[in-house]
């Protein structure tokens, strides 16, 4: 066993994991402030319901072995609560158990990203129940479509998603995705529009009138993500090499540029770059870098990221064009991003993109693998939404949601003076 590496996944996990508190300062910053404690238990909910799917049957679907090849699911009775998977197979790169923990902490971020859509109006006993389920059903059977593989004892590739390795055989090429692009970003971003749809638009929605309560908040947890994707994306690779080396600097480069570019955007259209708008073009980098970083030179990253950051700062309009409330922009960044970076891939990928060496079967691959995650996504978490609005509800009352929801759901306030109960 290889203790270098092992250390090296473990201490990724340990990044990743850090990016949903990351998220929930993120997207508390960017709510309102009687609703902050709200919006970031969305997250810590989600740290806490998935940890435990995750162990008693999310990894036995997500990673069925060779099963994993069915569509659209299927699972390993055997990994069934990880007891099969405490022994260290002998010759082993690492312990099972340590990829396990890597893995769980793509599935919580994943979840905890779709509460974005629904900032202000949520109940949080329904969100857990949305995040069951669709974990379930959604997210587990798309990891599998995705980073489920496997090597036969010569070392050869023997089995894979359909995603990443099954239309090799139809192809010649799977799709890449390195870090979860499709399984993290568009899987995300289609939910977060479905659940914007079945919630509607919070009261007196307009473009304007909603407004970010505690930037520095955004700030700190745009940090925390950038931080924690460094484990997101070079730790994708499960061993600490040149091609983590390469996913780490794109990892640098690409929302370094989006950055850049959200602000020049905002600076032409708005007049002033602002602080949100610096925070949010780093993710939508980040997002856009994460299915590309180890199969893109820097240079390409770079430019990935400025189209990146230039998009998603206008995508993220469409919401007040189209009308449905998106509350914190999921949609614009982790949708729009997650296909602007994947699509890339079919243009300049290293050696298969269409002006890097390669014909167009690398584009087309890429987006049979954004679509469909896309479409299957977005059909079933607007189906289990709509369920639990028109069962047990999903939306808090409008006059909850004027007085501010942290107080009637949790019981809580974001911001009290020591003084003021006395």
């Known amino acids: 066993m290889d203790q270098g590496n092992t250390a090296f996944i473990l201490i990724c996990a340990a990044l990743v994991l850090l990016m949903t508190p990351g998220l929930a300062f993120f997207y508390g910053g960017l709510v309102k402030a009687k609703s902050v404690i709200s919006m ?12 435990v799917l995750w162990v008693v049957y999310g990894y036995a679907i997500a990673f069925p072995g060779a099963e994993g090849v069915v569509f659209p699911w299927s699972i390993d009775w055997s990994a069934i609560g990880l007891t099969s998977l405490l022994e260290v197979p002998e010759g082993a790169a690492y312990p099972p158990l340590a990829f396990v923990a890597f893995q769980a902490t793509f599935a919580i971020i994943t979840v905890a990203l779709v509460s974005g859509a629904i900032a202000d109006r949520a109940k949080f006993g329904s969100w857990m129940i949305f995040a069951a389920i669709w974990a379930t059903i959604v997210y587990f059977p798309v990891a599998s479509w995705v980073f489920n593989f496997g090597l036969a004892d010569d070392g050869s590739f023997a089995y894979g998603g359909w995603i990443t390795y099954g239309m090799q055989e139809t192809f010649g090429l799977g799709a890449i995705d390195f870090a979860g692009g499709t399984a993290v970003h568009i899987n995300a971003g289609a939910a977060a529009l479905a659940l914007a ?24 947890g745009a940090g925390l993500l950038w931080f924690g994707w460094f484990g997101f994306n070079a730790g994708s690779e499960l061993a600490a090499d040149g091609t983590a080396a390469l996913a780490f600097i794109n990892t640098i480069a690409a929302p370094a540029a989006a950055l850049l570019a959200w602000l020049l955007v905002e600076k032409l259209k708005d007049g002033k770059p602002t602080s949100v708008g610096a925070a949010s073009g780093a993710v939508a980098g980040l997002v856009a870098i994460t299915p590309a970083c180890a199969s893109l030179t820097p240079g390409w990253a770079i430019l990935l990221g ?8 206008l995508a993220i309009e469409l919401k007040f064009k189209l009308g449905f409330d998106d509350s914190l922009d999921v949609v614009g960044i982790h949708l729009v991003g997650g296909l602007i970076g994947t699509l890339y891939l079919g243009f300049f990928a290293t050696s298969t993109g269409l002006f890097t060496g390669g014909d167009g079967t690398q584009l087309l691959v890429q987006a049979i693998a954004a679509f469909a995650v896309l479409a299957y996504s977005f059909v079933l978490a607007l189906i289990i939404g709509f369920a639990i609005e028109k069962t047990i509800g999903f939306r808090v009352k409008n006059e909850d949601e004027i007085a501010g929801i942290d107080t009637i759901v949790h019981g809580e306030e974001g911001y009290v003076l020591a003084d003021s109960k006395a």
């Open 306 to 313: 400025f189209i990146a950051g230039a998009v998603c700062a």
């Open 197 to 220: 749809l079945v919630l509607g638009k919070r009261v007196g929605f307009q473009k304007g009138v909603h407004v970010p309560h505690n930037p520095p908040f955004v700030l700190l």
């Open 40 to 51: 970031m238990m969305l997250s810590f909910g989600a740290m806490g319901l998935i940890g």
